[in-house]
């Protein structure tokens, strides 16, 4: 028997009405901080992430699903968003539009990671790029809008962590200091960590393996190397973020597994999740349009919400999925009473009244499956009912059974 691929899962009913609450909650709010949808492919050239996101990140250099084209293109599936909207962005001029570019997308992302709770390899995301400016503010907007979107779904008591990686003259300062920290220390730590320690030490304080950790403890922080105008922007953001009411944990070695982040990065974390945790991961990248060899400065801040692990959230919040809406199941007694029942149903539905009409059949099979699909109400149709045009509706909780007229049958359904 064909299974579908490890790390990819079917959404199955009523988990799936869980995912279209969530994503509609994700829309309206969005809606209201002036952000519009922006669709890229699901597939773009290998070189986009390699340059976009980093070589030496885990997710180019381990987890990609590249393949060559027919014409020998190495095309990749996108593992994250925030390189293809920015390609988007420099592609279709959008810089020539004044003001911020406001760009949300909803999708699946491909990672080849170690599939376990919260972690797939297709898995989708909910995320928003502010693109356009450098000011502090908009960090702060950006953090309101996930942190308002959390509430909306329901999500109390995620933990915002924030940080700053500086700009690339602080961060080249602090590099060198991560060497020289790191330097007698390359023996103890992992495979991956004594190769970073040498091409991207700033990747070491982000591993997540075991015998790292105490010398990653040690590790001089990179706020003792940010310059003036880095500390500025970082103290603007935490007096928005303050003006706001958010409350935040400043968390130094925040530095992300990407290499575009420059400045503020932050992440939410959530205690429902287990060891996959993170609920949301973003931060600014103010260089990364000129990595793609745009010529146009696009400066841009924005965060990527895991919605596998927000819809996680949500039904733990609510002890379980969205409960199933069927309001009305016509339970039909003979092929008369289906005939009828099912114009019945046609007006109900039209009135937008969600309707399942059964097949025609005795009384006791009819009830139990009104029963089993969580109807509201059932409506039984007999030939006494047909020959009165009256019907018995009977409320599936209270078990109340009423007689009403064909005409008033719409408006008892509420
Ligand atoms: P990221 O931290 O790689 O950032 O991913 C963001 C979120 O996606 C994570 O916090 C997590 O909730 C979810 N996620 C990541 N990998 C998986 C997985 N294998 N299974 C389930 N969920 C996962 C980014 O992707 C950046 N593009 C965020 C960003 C936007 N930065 C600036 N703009």
Redesign the pocket.
Known sequence: MIRAIKGTRDILPPDSATWNEVESTARSVFRTFNCQEIRTPIFEETALFARGVGAETD?VSKEMYSFDDRDGTSLTLR????ASVIRAYIEHRMDQIPGVKKLFYIGP?F?R?RPQK????Q?S?I?A?MIGSSFAGIDAEVIEMVSTLLTSCGVQGARLLINSVGDPESRAKYTNALKEALAPHIPALSEDSQRRAATNPLRVLDSKAEQDQPVVEKLPSIHEFLNEACREHFAAVRTYLDDRGIAYEVSPRLV???D??THTTF?FLHGALGA?N??????R?NGLAESLGSKVPAPG??????E??LVMAVEEARGGPAAPSLVLYVAPMSEAAFRRGSLLAQKARAAGVSVEVGAPAKLKRLMELANKSEARYALLIGDDELARGEFALKDMRSGEQVTVPEAELVGRLY
């Open positions: 997710i593992p994250e968003n925030t992302m990672r990671e919260g972690r797939y390899r898995f995301q995320g790029e992300r597994g990407l575009y982040y992440e996959q993170a609920i949301c991961g973003g931060g990248y801040i924005g965060f990527s919400i895991g596998d692990r």
